[in-house]
């Protein structure tokens, strides 16, 4: 079993950028689609985006299509979350996870290993 970290969250003013990263060890980049979800204080976490195996298929939930960019790059089992024009209702803990799907899910019910997150504050 392999394990994810995150990394890259941080403060940051309205209308600035993050990159977001999240390195796979073990065989857990061995599985095909990958997504990052968010959940700030007292909600749900709810999906953010997700890469397919190839990285050739991507989808976006509404609220961040258009300033949130998802990539991976296999050869350092790493997928990055490049977020702009940053506002304060990003404001969340930031987790990546992987599916066995080929094709990512916009579900959090379709991945099975999460990484332990890493908090992204944007002020206002």
């Known amino acids: 079993q392999g394990e994810l970290v995150e990394s890259g969250g941080g403060l940051v003013q309205a209308g600035g950028s993050l990159r977001l990263s999240c390195a796979a060890s073990?065989?857990?980049?061995?599985?095909?689609?990958m997504g990052w979800f968010r959940q700030a204080p007292g909600r749900e976490r709810v999906f953010v985006a997700t890469?397919?195996?190839?990285?050739?298929?991507?989808v976006y939930s509404g609220s961040v299509k258009g300033r949130f960019t998802i990539s991976r790059d296999n050869a350092r089992n790493t997928v990055y979350l490049q977020m702009i024009n940053l506002l304060p209702e990003d404001t969340a803990v930031y987790y990546c996870?992987?599916?066995?799907?080929?094709?990512?899910?916009?579900?959090?019910?379709?991945?099975?290993?999460w990484g332990q997150g890493t908090q992204v504050t944007v002020s206002s």
């Open positions: 996870a992987t599916t066995k799907r080929v094709v990512g899910s916009i579900w959090a019910n379709d991945y099975d290993t």
């Open positions: 890469i397919s195996s190839s990285g050739g298929s991507t």
């Open positions: 073990g065989r857990t980049f061995s599985r095909p689609a």
